[in-house]
């Protein structure tokens, strides 16, 4: 990854600092000479960040007492705490991270004297986009809890930021994956050990953003002066179908490409079953519904707003990107 620059050492608290993309931006600015507050939520996560001179604040980022420790003299704040998809996780959780504490963070920034906010979203807000490139301004269709209270999260720091006149911009990244990431290990391992089957007929787009891309759009999207009160999908160049990318791993991975296929109804079926029995248990199901989406909605971004206001213009080709990612996942033990 690259090196910011930065020669007036800019402060910048960056929550959710111990998450893959957190950890990735808190690393990028420290290297670039950023004075870096990055806040986490449990003891004992956040060393290698203070290692590398970060100040790490360890708290819930639904604290206010927290929340204004963590605001306290800085410039930007990049916000990027979220509750990802767990087995057993109620809705209010969700809800009370993604929303509540969103609009808490939002107002004491702004009594704070925070100059910029960044708000990090997901793409996932458009939902299913079928055949054609989903621009900003494209249907919201939220498809599950996480999806929805991330939708409510950046609408509630739009218009909290609007009361509070603190300038702000919404980030949407498309799926993100990178060198030890484990979001994308069933699929990138499961090609690679000969293990997967498709789901459906893998014609569904499945456009993703390389971690080092993300990190430079989201730099410049709390720098330019043309991103304050703007929304921006990041997205990287290539948009393969769910077929065309397992040909590319089972590629870069030295394997013969997987021919099979499953209907994708019964698998539905098996995964509300699975989550019947194995949600209330808090039990991680081993075949759940939100996995079969996966083989069926499209994932089509057209980010032509964030190349033409930002400079946005991702860098890593997708079989670099994809080896550098296996690459990681055999020198983790993973695959």
Same mark, same amino acid.
């Given at each position: 990854m690259g090196r910011? $620059?930065? =020669?007036?050492?800019?402060?910048?608290?960056?929550?959710?600092?111990?998450?893959?993309?957190?950890?990735?931006?808190?690393?990028?600015?420290?290297?670039?000479?950023?004075?870096?507050?990055?806040?986490?939520? /449990?003891?004992?996560?956040?060393?290698?960040?203070?290692?590398?001179?970060?100040?790490?604040?360890?708290?819930?980022i639904r604290d206010p007492g927290v929340v204004q420790c963590a605001v306290a003299g800085v410039d930007t704040v990049y916000h990027l705490a979220s509750v990802f998809r767990r087995a057993g996780v109620p809705d209010s959780e969700y809800r009370t991270?993604?929303?509540?504490?969103?609009?808490?963070?939002?107002?004491?920034?702004?009594?704070?004297?925070?100059?910029?906010?960044?708000?990090?979203?997901?793409?996932?807000?458009?939902?299913?986009?079928g055949s054609t490139p989903v621009n900003e301004e494209g249907p919201l269709r939220p498809g599950d809890i996480y999806q929805q209270t991330k939708l409510e999260g950046e609408q509630v720091a739009t218009t909290t930021a609007a009361r509070v006149a603190l300038?702000?911009?919404?980030?949407?990244?498309?799926?993100?994956?990178?060198?030890?990431?484990? *979001?994308?290990?069933?699929?990138?391992?499961?090609?690679?050990? /000969? *293990?997967?089957?498709?789901v459906g007929d893998g014609t569904p787009h499945f456009q993703m953003v390389?971690?080092?891309?993300?990190?430079?759009?989201? *730099?410049?999207?709390?720098?330019? =002066? $043309?991103?304050?009160?703007?929304?921006?999908?990041?997205a990287g160049n290539e948009a393969p179908t769910l077929n065309e990318?397992?040909?590319?791993?089972?590629?870069?991975?030295?394997?013969?490409? =997987?021919?099979?296929?499953?209907?994708?109804?019964?698998?539905?079926v098996a995964g509300a079953m699975c989550e019947a029995v194995c949600v209330p248990l808090r039990i991680e199901p081993p075949i759940y519904r939100r996995r079969v989406r996966f083989f069926t909605n499209s994932r089509l971004f057209d980010f032509s707003r964030a190349r033409t206001e930002l400079g946005y213009a991702p860098r890593t080709p997708l079989l670099v990107g994809l080896t550098r990612t296996l690459d990681s996942y055999r020198?983790?033990?993973?695959?």
């Amino acid at each position: 990854m690259g090196r910011a $620059n930065r =020669p007036d050492r800019k402060r910048l608290l960056i929550t959710g600092a111990a998450g893959y993309t957190g950890l990735a931006l808190a690393s990028y600015f420290l290297a670039g000479g950023y004075a870096v507050k990055a806040l986490v939520r /449990r003891t004992g996560v956040g060393e290698e960040l203070v290692s590398a001179g970060a100040d790490v604040i360890t708290g819930d980022i639904r604290d206010p007492g927290v929340v204004q420790c963590a605001v306290a003299g800085v410039d930007t704040v990049y916000h990027l705490a979220s509750v990802f998809r767990r087995a057993g996780v109620p809705d209010s959780e969700y809800r009370t991270v993604h929303v509540d504490a969103t609009r808490q963070l939002v107002e004491q920034s702004a009594a704070a004297g925070v100059g910029r906010f960044v708000h990090c979203s997901t793409a996932g807000v458009h939902g299913d986009v079928g055949s054609t490139p989903v621009n900003e301004e494209g249907p919201l269709r939220p498809g599950d809890i996480y999806q929805q209270t991330k939708l409510e999260g950046e609408q509630v720091a739009t218009t909290t930021a609007a009361r509070v006149a603190l300038p702000i911009t919404v980030v949407r990244p498309s799926p993100i994956y990178g060198p030890g990431d484990r *979001r994308l290990l069933k699929l990138i391992g499961g090609v690679a050990r /000969r *293990r997967f089957w498709m789901v459906g007929d893998g014609t569904p787009h499945f456009q993703m953003v390389y971690i080092d891309d993300l990190i430079e759009g989201m *730099r410049l999207a709390g720098e330019s =002066p $043309n991103a304050v009160g703007r929304t921006y999908i990041l997205a990287g160049n290539e948009a393969p179908t769910l077929n065309e990318l397992v040909r590319h791993i089972a590629a870069v991975a030295g394997v013969e490409a =997987p021919h099979w296929k499953l209907p994708v109804w019964p698998i539905w079926v098996a995964g509300a079953m699975c989550e019947a029995v194995c949600v209330p248990l808090r039990i991680e199901p081993p075949i759940y519904r939100r996995r079969v989406r996966f083989f069926t909605n499209s994932r089509l971004f057209d980010f032509s707003r964030a190349r033409t206001e930002l400079g946005y213009a991702p860098r890593t080709p997708l079989l670099v990107g994809l080896t550098r990612t296996l690459d990681s996942y055999r020198r983790l033990g993973w695959v």
